[in-house]
């Protein structure tokens, strides 16, 4: 699908590596950009989380990033012809090498997160989904160094991975603020969101369900993503 219409913007992209999906609904939908001023999207694409988030948040400024160069085409795109063109910036930019003259109080990412399983034959596609470059610790020691004392990072990652992510975080002193095992059907853990702090005031842990066992949307599903959807689920 070359263009995902949402109800206030549309993602055109026949450009981008990754094309949006369920993980990209579902981690634009949870972020909460609460008071955040200054953010980061690491790994853009299209630009999809840029956009969900900036439709949160009538106050907020972001700055989006992204290797490629052809994805940024469809994401430049995107950004101009939504109504937030005045408040999302787009760069071509390593993260690694990102060096911002201030920190962030929100960063958000849709990372590659694949270690094991076979690379893409696509280079771009495998650049996005695959973990070689931008390995978990290295994430996470950038964000650490760029996110302010009390700003929060959000990702999304498979399931099977959870316990690393924890404990790579913690090396770079992150920690968890929000989890939310995220199961396709019940009882069928397939990704995680998290929210990750310096310093969070609490833990909250909770399970979303995307289908029942008949593949419908489940309630909280349709609840949550029904400001973005241009269609009843």
Known sequence: MSVFQFKYFSI?????ALKVGTDAMLLGALIEP????H????GTGSGVLSLMV????????IIAIDVDSES???CRDNVINSPWADRISVFQEDILRHEP?????????NPPFYKNSLLSRDPRVAASKHANQLTFNRLFQKVSQILMQKGSFWAIFPGEYDYEIIETALLYKLKVAHQVRIEGVPKRHTRTV???MHEPTALTNTTLVVRDLNGNYSERYIELTKAY???TL
């Open 34 to 37: 609460k008071n955040a001023i």
């Open 72 to 74: 940024l085409k469809d």
């Open 39 to 42: 953010s980061l999207d690491i």
């Open 54 to 61: 900036a439709q949160k948040n009538d106050q907020i400024r």
């Open 194 to 196: 998290f929210e990750f």
């Open 229 to 231: 959807h241009d269609r």
């Open 101 to 109: 003259e201030k920190k962030y109080d929100l960063i958000f990412s």
């Open 12 to 16: 055109h992209q026949a450009h981008s």
